[in-house]
Nanobody, 125 residues
């Protein structure tokens, strides 16, 4: 079966950096576009970033543009999110997601059929 496993979260001071990783198994990784979502306590899940199958198509939410970088290594079946200049508003559970439908916008979670369990990112001010 498909497994999606995130890692790399933790506690970091404001202004610091973290790199999240997501390893996927059970499907042909390079045939799926991928995304990172996040959800803070009391808030709805929001899309953070999206990457095409070969890594050339990239989208970012306005809140992270210029600070976060999404990438992928298809040889390792792994997705990454490099997060720089972190602030308290970035505190959230971060989820890796595999897109399985192409009926809505890249930022609509309904198009993503496989999800990881999430990794917590906490930014202290």
């Amino acid at each position: 079966q498909v497994q999606v496993v995130e890692s790399g979260g933790g506690l970091v001071q404001a202004g610091g950096s973290l790199r999240l990783s997501c390893t996927v198994s059970g499907l042909t990784f390079n045939r799926h576009t991928m995304a990172w979502f996040r959800q803070a306590p009391g808030k709805e899940r929001e899309a953070v970033s999206y990457i095409g199958m070969r890594g050339s198509t990239l989208y970012y939410s306005d809140s992270v543009k210029g600070r976060f970088t999404i990438s992928r290594d298809n040889d390792k079946n792994t997705l990454y999110l490099q997060m720089n200049s972190l602030n308290s508003e970035d505190t959230a559970q971060y989820y890796c997601a595999v897109r399985t439908e192409y009926t809505r916008s890249w930022s609509d979670s309904s198009d993503f059929g496989y999800w990881g369990q999430g990794t917590q990112v906490t930014v202290s001010s």
